[in-house]
């Protein structure tokens, strides 16, 4: 555990984060840390990485292979909830409010990094980004013939759409499901600048990148 907070935590609830650090590595059976983050809201924000022994492709392909499919499916989503348990659980013991400002997990040949985009929107979401990593992967990993080092979930495009998604407004998008559901930015080695996944014409296309929301 990294602690750069900004608001003062006493050693009992530095313990709790600690354990709750431990807990998830236990959920995901491999090396995670947690970072308190600085923060000008009145609440903890963290950073949690995990790292993966395996590639992307190869863990999707596992999630997709028809032999024992419904069983790793269930597997996926009893995983996503024993998280979403750990941070309600994590809520419940800590005096301080907090929120996860961004999970980061690192495959052996890229990552991926989900930003949040309003308070607890990592958690109620972590589903449905999950899901639509698995089913968008035949389109943002084969449009360039090439596996983006890098995938940030979300990007917002423009400023009117950014408006939409602050954190400090009470206006929320209504002509898609998911905040996340809309555009993501991808890295590649061979290019210079990043490029723009649109998940609802499933196509890359460059543009303009504000990839962390304030």
Avoid at 27 to 56: G, N, Q, R, W, Y
Avoid at 152 to 167: C, Q, S
């Amino acid at each position: 555990m990294t602690n750069h907070s900004n608001i003062l935590l006493d050693q009992n609830e530095l313990d709790i984060i600690l354990e709750f650090e431990k807990n998830l590595e236990n959920i995901f059976s491999t090396e995670t840390k947690v970072a308190i983050c600085p923060s000008e809201e009145d609440f903890v924000s963290l950073a949690i990485e995990i790292d993966s022994d395996f590639s992307l492709s190869e863990v999707i392909s596992l999630l997709k292979m028809p032999f024992d499919h419904k069983f790793r499916s269930a597997n996926l989503n009893k995983t996503i909830l024993l998280f979403q348990n750990a941070a309600y659980n994590l809520n419940q013991s800590l005096e301080t409010r907090f929120d996860i400002e961004e999970i980061s997990i690192y495959f052996k040949n890229t990552s991926i990094t989900i930003h949040a985009v309003s308070r607890n929107s990592i958690l109620t979401e972590l589903e449905y980004i999950v899901k639509s990593i698995i089913d968008h992967y035949k389109y943002y990993a084969t449009l360039m013939g090439q596996i983006p080092n890098e995938i940030h979930i979300p990007v917002i495009e423009d400023d009117a759409a950014k408006v939409l998604l602050n954190k400090n407004n009470s206006v929320k998008p209504i002509d898609f499901k998911s905040p996340y559901s809309q555009f993501w930015g991808l890295y590649f080695d061979s290019m210079n600048q990043p490029l723009i996944y649109n998940l609802d014409r499933t196509n890359i296309m460059p543009g303009d990148l504000d990839l962390y929301i304030e």
